[in-house]
């Protein structure tokens, strides 16, 4: 079952935040963390990397559905990429997939940003999902949007996002003093405010059973932060 492979992606990805950084609490993030598992959301931080963040919502028994966000921001005085990836998936396929390396105040050309164009540029979608304008906005030309994933595919997104996320808080700390920090700042809230404009999330997290005014804090204060 996809399931089964997105929850050890989610193990996966959790191993190498551990291994790359610490836990923090976020203040009021408790809130967003069910006893039972069914909503989970954790964040790490390093040297180089200002927010990593997990958030998965595990619907399975209830609704049919499982959703995992993933974002990595570096540290404000760093100019590389956000890396993001994004699934929402039933028992047998993935309705979504979506993953990139976003450019942040380093912009498109960012050798970061080459790498992973280059890195995914012979993987070509049976279904590529259609990007809305704020998505346009904030993602690159070779960002996978995917979209009725099938089992063989799923293993070649979820393989290339792990290798991805490897390599990126293995390279990341490079350009940590490289970047200017008030257009930092500009960059990363820019991709935040074009993230929350996003009304699919919000709707599918309530579909799943979330409370209505969790989800509309959560989507606004916790999900994408900006820095005030």
Known sequence: MIWDQL???????????????TEINEPGMEH????????INRVWKNDDVRRAHIDVVDARKTKGLWMMHVCVFPQLNNNGPIYGFDVIAGKNK???AFHDFSASSGGEDHPMVQWYQDTVKDFIPEKVRELPQWAQN???????????VKEDEADVIIQMALDNLHTYLDTIGEYTG???RELTIASQNYYCENQQQNPHT???????GLDEADVDNFCTDMLFPKIS
């Open 7 to 21: 929850v050890k992606c989610q193990d996966q990805i959790i191993q190498i935040f551990e291994h790359h950084g």
């Open 32 to 39: 967003f963390n069910q006893a039972d598992g069914g909503w």
């Open 94 to 96: 993935m309705t979504g």
């Open 138 to 148: 904030i993602f690159t030309p070779s960002m996978i949007a995917a979209s009725n």
């Open 178 to 180: 490289e970047g200017d």
């Open 202 to 208: 919000p709707r599918v997290m309530k579909s799943l």
